[in-house]
């Protein structure tokens, strides 16, 4: 059965480049344009891995990201933002968060991001 | 006169004469006789001055009149030719009956006394006229900060009032400065610097950097500060821009990464559509490169407004056949988005002067960002822009309203600031800055109104014709959230 990715991101034509790229090359998606909107997706579709956006507003991805620890999630996060601060020291300070399994500068390296999806879930 | 007195009259240190009622010389010591030559028959006003009869003002005169002492000073020349400047004492000279039979006369040198001060004089002038040209506004304060000298520069450009205080001269305050680098220096006789803001008489701002070092009098104590400051307004103002200079540079490669983002994906999905034949993905992914280089090109633009800062180029302009001209350009693009387009202009809406070329750009940024609000808006299936436009009599009124994203109260205060932008990576954080910069020149007004998840609505007020006084509008503004960027800016 085809692995399920979710795609957090605000910016709608992200989301369709994200989906269009994954699905091209087998995956399945589902996708959030905020962080509220992906926590319920994580719940209700259950993904093998999740790409998020930093910057969005209602709920950033950093804040997703943290809760998502809280809860001891599994699921491995690929971080993939414009911002281009060392976001593993960032996100470091916080002791309940460990660093995200990947993290991907925007413009993305399609061919870069699908090998760190593979080796993460194959 | 007996040997022993006539020994001391002739070794006396200075010229000694004894004159008639005549001004003849009946006697003189052995300096003056050296330096004058012989007396004899001769009148004090030819040996002492070479002139043909007395002097108008003579001391010896006055003696003989009045019987008592007096004192002159005067320029007499010497036997050879020497200047010399001798400082005069006349004492009577009587008989047993009390009458006055003669005067002496004492003249003493003081002509290196005499060069001295002239010397003092002139070093003194060639300070007073150094501390008055100086180009920088020196004054100098006693302990209660009270200014008791100031130079040329300082009185022009404060109005300096001798006896007033250091704060109310610069500051306009009421209350001494924290900290006050002259009271500083008061304390520890210390040099101090510092930086600061002060308004000159005429209102004007003005940068300045301070000097003040302490005065001491002859006993060692300071008595006095002068404090000395240098206008670096200019230089502030550089560096301000240079600063901007820099979040521009910054602001616009992170603006350029977001597009170049949404450019890959735009050439991925046509590629990926090419492979597969599949006609939609290619529609799809044309329609992102397109709008990302649309905004690249806006991007540009804007970047070309901020680095010139122009004046107005002020011209007639039809309200109603603009507005329209403007929307026509729009309705497609939103219509492709899924966003309804309306344009609701007045119906002899009039005339305005303006700017042309600027009121555009000013306009399709909001439009622009209208339709963007939209387009980014996943909670409701349909999308409005409307675009309305209202005469008054002494203005114009563009209103743009969109049911998009909305902003919350941050970003809506925020708005119009340098740099900050709502969009993440999609935005430099111009857009509204110039928005704003450009409704200010026209001496307009522009605010907004807007709720999160309901939708915002930009209103610029344009005055119909040029006003008389338009308000420079300063780049200062650099931090995003700056201090007056209140949503609502309709002051002028």
């Known amino acids: 059965m085809a692995k399920k990715i979710l795609i957090v991101d605000d910016e709608p034509d992200m989301v369709t480049l994200l989906t269009t790229l994954l699905e091209d090359n087998g995956y399945e998606t589902v996708s959030a344009y905020n962080g509220i909107e992906g926590m319920e997706k994580v719940q209700s579709d259950n993904p093998d891995l999740i790409t998020l956006d930093i910057t969005m507003d209602k709920e950033t991805g950093i804040k997703m990201y943290r809760k998502l620890c809280q809860a001891g999630s599994q699921i491995p996060v690929i971080m993939v933002t414009g911002i281009s601060d060392a976001l593993g020291t960032f996100l470091g300070r916080y002791k309940d968060t460990t660093e995200p399994a990947g993290y991907f500068e925007k413009p993305i390296d399609n061919e870069a991001l699908l090998a760190k999806i593979k080796e993460l879930i194959g | ?331 497609e693009k939103a219509n492709k988005l899924g966003i309804a387009c309306s344009c609701d202009a007045q119906y002899g809406a009039g005339e305005f002067e303006a700017d042309r070329m600027m009121v555009r750009s000013m306009l399709v940024n909001l439009v622009e960002n209208s339709i963007d609000a939209c387009r980014v808006d996943s909670k409701k299936d349909d999308h409005r822009v409307s675009v309305e436009l209202e005469g008054t009599p002494e203005s114009v009124i563009f209103r743009i309203a969109d049911t998009g994203i909305g902003m919350d109260r941050e970003t809506r205060e925020k708005a119009f600031s340098l740099f900050f932008s709502s969009k993440g990576a999609g935005g430099t954080g111009l857009g509204l800055f110039i928005a704003h910069k450009i409704v200010k020149s026209h001496g307009g007004s522009i605010k907004i109104e807007s709720e999160e998840g309901q939708g915002s609505t930009f209103t610029v007020e344009l005055p119909r014709v040029k006003p008389a006084v338009l308000e420079k509008v300063e780049d200062k503004k650099l931090c995003p959230g700056g201090a007056d960027n209140g949503q609502e800016d309709s002051d002028s």
């Open chain 2, 1 to 331: 006169m007996c040997t022993a007195h006539r020994e001391y009259f002739d070794s006396m240190p200075c010229y000694l004469t004894v004159q008639d009622r005549d001004f003849k010389i009946i006697d003189a010591n052995r300096e003056f006789t050296e330096k004058f030559g012989e007396h004899e028959g001769r009148y004090c006003y030819q040996v002492y001055k070479q002139r043909p009869e007395k002097c108008e003002d003579c001391p010896v005169e006055r003696t003989f009149r009045d019987g008592r002492r007096h004192k002159s000073e005067e320029l007499v020349t010497t036997l050879n030719g020497r200047d010399v400047w001798v400082i005069v004492y006349t004492t009577p000279i009587k008989n047993e009956k009390g009458e006055i039979t003669a005067v002496m006369e004492m003249s003493t040198d003081i002509t290196d006394i005499k060069l001295l001060h002239q010397a003092l004089r002139d070093s003194q002038s060639k300070y007073m006229q150094l501390f008055e040209k100086v180009p920088c506004f020196i004054s100098i304060q006693d302990r209660d900060l009270r200014i008791t000298e100031a130079n040329r520069m300082h009185r022009e450009a404060f109005g300096t009032a001798y006896g007033k205080k250091c704060f109310e001269v610069y500051k306009h305050r009421s209350k001494e400065c924290q900290p006050c680098i002259v009271k500083q220096t008061f304390n520890d006789g210390e040099i101090r610097v510092h930086e600061e803001v002060v308004t000159k008489e005429n209102g004007e701002r003005m940068n300045v950097l301070v000097h003040t070092a302490p005065l001491r009098n002859d006993a060692g104590e300071i008595d006095k500060v002068i404090e000395m400051s240098t206008d670096i307004t200019q230089i502030r103002q550089l560096q301000d821009k240079l600063t901007s200079v820099g979040l521009l540079i910054g602001s616009i490669s992170h603006g350029i990464k977001g597009l170049l983002n949404g450019l890959d994906g735009g050439i991925y999905l046509v590629n990926s559509g090419l492979k597969k034949d599949n006609r939609d993905r290619i529609d799809q992914g044309w329609e992102i490169a397109i709008r990302n280089v649309d905004r690249i090109r806006s991007m540009v633009m804007d970047i070309l407004y901020y680095a010139k800062d122009r004046d107005p180029n002020w011209e007639p302009i039809e309200a109603v056949d603009f507005i329209r001209d403007i929307c026509s350009n729009f309705t």
